[in-house]
């Protein structure tokens, strides 16, 4: 219902990361600089390749998820809300010279997500924590 339509922004920028936030409050990225839409990245201390397949499978086991798209170090997720069908894009983007993923999730609709965004990456990096 309230789906909106995909970002042109999406992927691996011309800088080798992902594109930053908009102004509004609804977006975390690992790489801002501002409180409002920090956040860290993912860390783990196994290979890369399993580090991709754990974040796989946590994505996949939960609610809204969608996997849109794949690489050997990029992955983009959409997540849809059950009550009102609002998506969010959510990216991670390994960096194996800091033994990390980045992340960026964002809404597509609205100004305010009370939250969304941030909780479902900390949700993910504990679901992740478990599987080491």
């Known amino acids: 219902m309230f789906a909106g339509r995909r970002p042109t922004n999406l992927g691996i ?3 080798g990361q992902l594109a930053p936030c908009p102004s509004s409050p609804n977006c975390v990225n690992s790489k801002a600089q ?3 839409h920090a956040i860290e990245p993912l860390n783990y201390k196994s290979t890369s390749k399993e580090a991709m397949a754990n974040l796989k499978k946590v994505i996949e086991n939960m609610e809204g998820a ?3 798209e794949e690489t050997d170090n990029y992955l ?3 997540y849809k809300s059950k009550l009102m069908g609002f998506v969010d894009d959510v990216e ?3 960096d194996t010279s800091t033994n990390t993923i980045q992340v960026r999730s ?3 609709l609205g100004k305010s997500d009370l939250g969304a ?3 479902r990456i900390e949700a993910i990096r504990a679901k992740l924590s ?3």
């Open 13 to 15: 920028q011309s800088s």
């Open 34 to 36: 501002d409180a409002q």
């Open 66 to 68: 969608k996997i849109i």
């Open 76 to 78: 983009y997720a959409e």
């Open 92 to 94: 991670f983007l390994l």
């Open 106 to 108: 964002a809404s597509r």
């Open 117 to 119: 965004n941030r909780q």
């Open 130 to 132: 478990g599987l080491s």
